[in-house]
């Protein structure tokens, strides 16, 4: 459905420094798919989703919409974003205050040179849009009486009115208040279920990402880090920064001792081992990370810890602990190194108590150091 | 080069030859079509007077061979010294009057709690309407040897001398400066109105008292923009031509700029070389001044404190002083509008210029104003001024629409675009005459003194001023409600006409109104530009000025000015609005 070869939109800067900008994006979409562009503000995700819309020409490379060359830096070929067929939600909703809701809806329709539309047509369409998005019946309103919600809606009824195959949307929930943006989160992915359409999103709210997305790719300083479900995305990270960005963890570095792959032994510190999953390579005495989710870690007395042998157990000390409703997080020192910690409010261990910490080796993964 | 040979070589081996290319980007024509009709414009006027100034001019106007002979003799010109002294000691004083007048206005206005603030505002919006030879004109009068200042100076003293000789450099310093305070009021009151009070209030509790908060946080704050204003003014008050028309010149006081206007009309014939000289001379001076002027307007939003956030001007409190800056503000108020107002109802009312005299008032009447009201000559003077104004504003507003999204928009070319409608304002309006009287005169085109060569030549002028509104008013549109019309399947086109034009409204109206409002006003672009079938308003009364029909001038004026300075509270009422 949608292809990007080779993608590269870099913008000039001193020598090897990251000055904004996406590095050779390769990926391709079935129609249908929920695609997510997640990472960091300034990571390139914005300049892929411009670069795809025709707002941005890349350097080099070629995207493919639908099997059509939209553009192709070889061939010096590059369609203008109004004959590309696309919609898009942007970040701000650039609702055209000058106009009502339904004029703003309609506008796709109106300018659209591929096929006129009659009177009828045109407002059967826009009241279809406007129905599928929730605000049937506010046509006639002046787009700047709404709230940002609101917006929101008319800037998607205006993107999916003239039914594209594709549809971009450039962090739309970022300007929505907490409970709104939640709902909008189910409403969005329903919606585009139900429309069949492509979507590719782009965000730097890791929970919108894995909530809503078929496929993520995981964007860090230009370069895709990650492409794949949610799922692969949180228990299967590519490296320690796809960890360390979906969803809170523990990196610890060590040095990786050899071993089977669900069984890789790390040294941490002098002397202290643990045993630990790895999906990729690593050769003898190469330094590593491991990346332990807090909520995959148990917390007990020092002397209650329970010796087993197919847990990880490492003794610390509490540093700190705060009562957040449902866990209690700790901040606990091991050896030279710091570990967030959740655990259940039962119980409770005071700053400086000495406490064992253990984990099955399939919750430590190991990772390539980026 | 590069990119048409780019695109060249693909299409020789391309396989979908069919689908659009950058080179039939609508954007690319728009640039091309601007370029023509700016540098077509633009350049010709520059191009002449650089020619005639370094060429021979032969009697039939046709160009000789190379000479710096018009140089030399600029150089060595005796007169040319007391111009150029006259000139800078002119300018200076007249921006400290206008700077001290106005300054002082705006910032009692905007952020004190003192009361008459309206007066401020309506001194500035009626002086908006009105032109600066009448305003010049009345105070003339009272300020003259018969008018009532110097009156009552002999009545009090019994003397027969004068308290003030008008015609004297002082004359030509309070009357400029007098004109521009109301704009530099203006300005500056913006500048005023965006400080953060929070900043003040700070000083107060850090134990400052009310002045040493004045002078350390609220003036030096402004400090970037008032001295940005103040080397305007300056640069104005270089290029003005009323003031020194109408007082330097019968006074014997020459400045640059009247030198080079009676080097065209009081030589016969006129000495085009040497004017060309003159004028490009001039160019240079502004063009420097204008260079300095751009590095401090840079800087002069620099202390500008608008967070968007809960920004809420609390004024300052005067206490038991308030009296005084509402004593100043109804000064000025007098002496701006007021004085002139009555003094032009006076000479409209008397059958000849006299003095106020309790036996004159029997003589007053209406006559007049029925003369004016009757006259087609007065008539013509109207239409040919709001239809030249009207054309120049509309052609400047177009064109500066396109120019001004182009290069807010960065597109490629916009620069250039920028630059040669920015030039215009190196021209003051003198050497503009000049300079199109000249280009009017070698074009085959017998195009000069028609009402299309002023409307050619103010729309040029203008330029600049439209690119500011518009330029300023593209930056203020969110790049993606643009973006939107474009991946909603609009062309660059239809964007502008759809979404652009509409957005940017009001800053085009803004613009439009004040264009014509000084176009209407313009005097040394028309004095050498307005031929017998299109003479404009302010050449009109510049010649009753000067055939001493102040009767006639006054009535005509008063009727004009209230005309305009409805416009005037139009443009206000719409500045006032955006902002």
């Given at each position: 459905?949608?292809?990007?070869?080779?993608?590269?939109?870099?913008?000039?800067a001193?020598?090897?420094?990251?000055?904004?900008?996406?590095?050779?994006a390769?990926?391709?979409?079935?129609?249908?798919?929920?695609?997510?562009?997640?990472?960091?503000?300034?990571?390139g995700?914005?300049t892929?989703?411009?670069?795809?819309a025709?707002?941005?020409?890349?350097?080099?490379?070629?995207?493919?919409?639908?099997?059509?060359?939209?553009?192709?830096?070889?061939?010096?070929?590059?369609?203008?974003?109004?004959?590309?067929?696309?919609?898009?939600?942007?970040?701000?909703?650039?609702?055209?205050?000058?106009?009502?809701?339904?004029?703003?809806?309609?506008?796709?329709?109106?300018?659209?040179?591929a096929?006129?539309?009659?009177?009828?047509?045109?407002?059967?369409?826009?009241n279809?849009?406007?129905?599928?998005?929730g605000?049937?019946?506010?046509?006639?309103?002046?787009?700047t009486?709404?709230?940002?919600?609101?917006?929101?809606?008319?800037?998607?009824?205006?993107?999916?009115?003239?039914?594209?195959?594709?549809?971009?949307?450039?962090?739309?929930?970022?300007?929505?208040?907490?409970?709104?943006?939640?709902?909008?989160?189910?409403?969005?992915?329903?919606?585009?279920?139900?429309?069949?359409?492509?979507?590719?999103?782009?965000?730097?709210?890791?929970?919108?990402?894995?909530?809503?997305?078929?496929?993520?790719?995981?964007?860090?300083?230009?370069r895709?880090?990650?492409?794949?479900?949610?799922?692969?995305?949180?228990?299967r990270?590519?490296?320690?920064?796809?960890?360390?960005?979906?969803?809170?963890?523990?990196?610890?570095?060590?040095?990786?001792?050899g071993?089977?792959?669900?069984?890789v032994?790390?040294?941490?510190?002098?002397?202290?081992?643990?045993?630990?999953?790895?999906?990729?390579?690593?050769?003898?005495?190469?330094?590593?990370?491991?990346?332990?989710?807090?909520?995959?870690?148990?917390?007990?007395?020092?002397?209650?810890?329970?010796?087993?042998?197919?847990?990880?157990?490492?003794?610390?000390?509490?540093?700190?602990?705060?009562?957040?409703?449902?866990?209690?997080?700790?901040?606990?020192?091991?050896?030279?190194?710091?570990?967030?910690?959740?655990?259940?409010?039962?119980?409770?261990?005071?700053?400086?108590?000495?406490?064992?910490?253990?984990?099955?080796?399939?919750?430590?993964r190991?990772?390539?150091?980026v | 080069?590069?990119?048409?040979?780019?695109?060249?070589?693909?299409?020789?081996?391309?396989?979908?030859?069919?689908?659009?290319?950058?080179?039939?980007?609508?954007?690319?024509?728009?640039?091309?079509?601007?370029?023509?009709?700016?540098?077509?414009?633009?350049?010709?006027?520059?191009?002449?007077?650089?020619?005639?100034s370094?060429?021979?001019?032969?009697?039939?106007?046709?160009?000789?061979?190379?000479?710096?002979?018009?140089f030399?003799?600029?150089?060595?010109?005796t007169?040319?010294l007391?111009?150029?002294?006259?000139?800078?000691?002119?300018?200076?004083?007249?921006?400290?009057?206008?700077?001290?007048?106005?300054?002082?206005?705006?910032?009692?206005v905007?952020?004190?709690?003192?009361r008459?603030?309206?007066?401020?505002?309506?001194?500035?919006?009626?002086?908006?309407?009105?032109?600066?030879?009448?305003?010049?004109?009345?105070?003339l009068?009272?300020?003259?040897?018969?008018?009532?200042?110097?009156?009552?100076?002999?009545?009090?003293?019994?003397s027969?001398?004068?308290?003030?000789?008008?015609?004297?450099?002082?004359?030509?310093?309070l009357?400029?400066?007098?004109?521009w305070?109301?704009l530099?009021?203006?300005?500056?009151?913006?500048?005023?109105?965006?400080?953060?009070?929070?900043?003040?209030?700070?000083?107060?509790?850090?134990g400052?008292?009310?002045?040493?908060?004045?002078?350390?946080?609220?003036?030096?704050?402004?400090?970037p923009?008032?001295?940005?204003?103040?080397?305007?003014?300056?640069?104005r008050?270089?290029?003005?031509?009323?003031?020194?028309?109408?007082?330097?010149?019968?006074g014997?006081?020459?400045?640059?700029?009247?030198d080079?206007?009676?080097?065209?009309?009081?030589?016969?014939?006129?000495?085009?070389?040497?004017?060309?000289?003159?004028?490009v001379?001039?160019?240079?001076?502004?063009?420097?001044?204008?260079?300095?002027?751009?590095?401090?307007a840079?800087?002069?939003?620099?202390?500008?404190?608008?967070?968007?956030?809960s920004?809420?001007?609390?004024?300052?409190?005067?206490?038991?002083?308030?009296?005084?800056?509402?004593?100043?503000?109804?000064?000025?108020?007098v002496l701006?509008?007021?004085?002139p107002?009555l003094?032009?109802?006076?000479?409209?009312?008397?059958?000849?210029?006299?003095?106020?005299?309790?036996?004159?008032f029997?003589?007053?009447?209406f006559?007049?104003?029925?003369?004016?009201?009757?006259?087609?000559?007065?008539?013509?003077l109207?239409?040919?001024?709001?239809?030249?104004?009207?054309?120049?504003?509309?052609a400047?507003?177009?064109?500066?629409?396109?120019?001004?999204?182009?290069?807010a928009?960065?597109?490629?070319?916009?620069?250039?675009?920028?630059?040669?409608?920015?030039?215009?304002?190196?021209?003051?309006?003198i050497?503009?005459?000049?300079?199109?009287?000249?280009v009017?005169?070698?074009v085959?085109?017998?195009?000069?003194?028609?009402?299309?060569?002023?409307?050619?030549a103010?729309?040029?002028?203008?330029?600049?001023?439209?690119?500011?509104?518009?330029y300023?008013?593209v930056?203020?549109i969110?790049?993606?409600?643009?973006?939107?019309?474009?991946?909603?399947?609009?062309?660059?086109?239809?964007?502008?006409?759809?979404i652009?034009?509409p957005?940017?409204?009001?800053?085009?109206?803004?613009?439009w109104?004040?264009?014509?409002?000084?176009?209407?006003?313009?005097?040394?672009?028309?004095?050498?530009?307005?031929?017998?079938?299109?003479q404009?308003?302010?050449?009109?009364?510049?010649d009753?000025?000067?055939?001493?029909?102040?009767?006639?001038?006054?009535?005509?004026?008063?009727?004009?000015?209230?005309?305009?300075?409805c416009?005037?509270?139009?443009?206000?009422?719409?500045?006032?609005?955006?902002?």
């Amino acid at each position: 459905m949608l292809k990007l070869e080779h993608i590269s939109k870099v913008y000039p800067a001193g020598r090897n420094e990251y000055a904004g900008g996406i590095r050779d994006a390769d990926f391709n979409l079935e129609p249908g798919t929920f695609f997510t562009m997640l990472g960091p503000s300034g990571c390139g995700k914005t300049t892929t989703l411009r670069c795809i819309a025709g707002l941005e020409e890349p350097n080099k490379g070629r995207i493919l919409l639908d099997g059509r060359p939209i553009f192709d830096s070889e061939a010096g070929l590059s369609i203008p974003m109004h004959r590309r067929n696309i919609g898009m939600v942007f970040q701000s909703y650039a609702i055209w205050p000058h106009m009502t809701v339904f004029e703003n809806v309609a506008f796709p329709l109106k300018v659209s040179k591929a096929q006129r539309y009659t009177a009828a047509e045109t407002d059967k369409a826009v009241n279809e849009a406007l129905e599928v998005v929730g605000l049937g019946g506010y046509g006639a309103r002046s787009a700047t009486q709404l709230s940002g919600g609101q917006q929101q809606r008319i800037a998607l009824a205006r993107a999916i009115v003239h039914r594209p195959k594709l549809l971009l949307l450039d962090e739309p929930l970022s300007n929505l208040d907490a409970t709104l943006r939640e709902g909008m989160r189910v409403e969005l992915k329903r919606l585009q279920s139900e429309l069949g359409i492509t979507a590719v999103y782009v965000t730097h709210d890791q929970t919108e990402a894995l909530a809503m997305s078929d496929v993520i790719a995981v964007i860090e300083k230009g370069r895709v880090q990650q492409f794949g479900s949610p799922e692969d995305i949180y228990f299967r990270p590519a490296n320690e920064f796809v960890a360390g960005f979906i969803g809170h963890t523990n990196i610890l570095r060590g040095k990786a001792l050899g071993g089977a792959p669900d069984a890789v032994t790390v040294e941490l510190g002098a002397g202290v081992t643990i045993r630990c999953h790895a999906d990729c390579e690593q050769k003898p005495g190469e330094t590593v990370a491991v990346s332990i989710r807090p909520e995959n870690i148990t917390l007990a007395g020092l002397r209650e810890a329970a010796a087993n042998e197919n847990s990880n157990s490492l003794s610390g000390q509490v540093g700190s602990v705060s009562f957040l409703g449902n866990v209690l997080h700790y901040e606990i020192r091991v050896g030279d190194q710091t570990m967030q910690v959740e655990s259940n409010p039962d119980r409770r261990f005071e700053p400086g108590a000495d406490v064992a910490i253990s984990f099955a080796p399939r919750h430590g993964r190991v990772l390539p150091v980026v | 080069m590069a990119m048409t040979e780019q695109i060249s070589m693909n299409r020789a081996g391309a396989e979908a030859p069919s689908l659009p290319r950058r080179s039939r980007n609508p954007t690319f024509w728009l640039t091309a079509v601007l370029g023509v009709v700016l540098a077509v414009l633009v350049l010709p006027s520059v191009a002449i007077l650089i020619a005639r100034s370094v060429m021979i001019t032969n009697p039939d106007a046709s160009f000789g061979g190379l000479t710096i002979a018009h140089f030399t003799r600029f150089f060595t010109t005796t007169g040319v010294l007391t111009s150029t002294y006259n000139s800078i000691v002119f300018a200076v004083f007249s921006t400290v009057v206008a700077l001290l007048f106005g300054g002082a206005q705006a910032w009692l206005v905007e952020r004190t709690n003192m009361r008459f603030k309206p007066l401020a505002y309506m001194t500035t919006i009626i002086s908006l309407g009105t032109p600066y030879i009448l305003y010049v004109g009345a105070w003339l009068f009272l300020l003259g040897k018969a008018g009532p200042i110097n009156d009552v100076f002999r009545m009090v003293t019994g003397s027969r001398g004068v308290l003030i000789d008008v015609y004297s450099m002082f004359g030509m310093v309070l009357i400029e400066g007098f004109l521009w305070s109301p704009l530099v009021f203006l300005l500056l009151s913006s500048t005023f109105r965006v400080a953060n009070a929070d900043l003040e209030e700070a000083a107060r509790m850090s134990g400052a008292n009310v002045f040493q908060t004045i002078w350390n946080v609220s003036i030096k704050m402004a400090m970037p923009a008032i001295l940005a204003l103040a080397l305007f003014v300056f640069i104005r008050a270089v290029e003005a031509f009323e003031v020194p028309a109408m007082v330097g010149m019968p006074g014997g006081i020459d400045v640059l700029t009247t030198d080079v206007y009676k080097s065209i009309k009081e030589t016969i014939p006129p000495d085009l070389g040497y004017a060309s000289a003159y004028s490009v001379v001039l160019l240079v001076i502004v063009g420097i001044l204008l260079y300095f002027y751009g590095k401090l307007a840079k800087n002069a939003g620099k202390y500008s404190s608008i967070t968007g956030k809960s920004f809420r001007p609390r004024p300052f409190n005067l206490g038991p002083y308030r009296w005084v800056a509402e004593a100043l503000v109804i000064f000025n108020f007098v002496l701006l509008l007021l004085l002139p107002l009555l003094a032009l109802l006076w000479l409209a009312l008397q059958p000849f210029m006299r003095a106020i005299r309790p036996s004159a008032f029997s003589a007053m009447s209406f006559h007049n104003f029925a003369t004016v009201f009757s006259s087609e000559y007065y008539r013509d003077l109207a239409v040919n001024t709001i239809l030249i104004g009207a054309i120049a504003a509309t052609a400047a507003v177009v064109i500066t629409f396109f120019v001004g999204w182009l290069s807010a928009r960065r597109k490629p070319g916009g620069v250039v675009l920028d630059q040669l409608a920015t030039a215009p304002l190196i021209f003051p309006g003198i050497v503009m005459g000049v300079a199109f009287l000249m280009v009017f005169l070698s074009v085959p085109v017998p195009i000069y003194g028609t009402l299309w060569a002023l409307a050619i030549a103010y729309t040029v002028r203008y330029l600049p001023y439209g690119l500011r509104y518009s330029y300023a008013g593209v930056l203020q549109i969110h790049h993606e409600l643009e973006e939107a019309a474009g991946v909603a399947g609009a062309g660059p086109l239809t964007m502008l006409r759809r979404i652009m034009a509409p957005l940017l409204s009001p800053a085009l109206v803004s613009a439009w109104l004040f264009i014509f409002l000084i176009a209407t006003k313009e005097l040394a672009v028309a004095a050498l530009l307005a031929g017998p079938n299109s003479q404009v308003v302010a050449v009109g009364m510049y010649d009753l000025w000067v055939n001493g029909q102040g009767g006639e001038l006054a009535a005509f004026g008063l009727v004009w000015a209230a005309v305009m300075t409805c416009l005037a509270f139009v443009f206000y009422a719409f500045a006032r609005n955006k902002a």
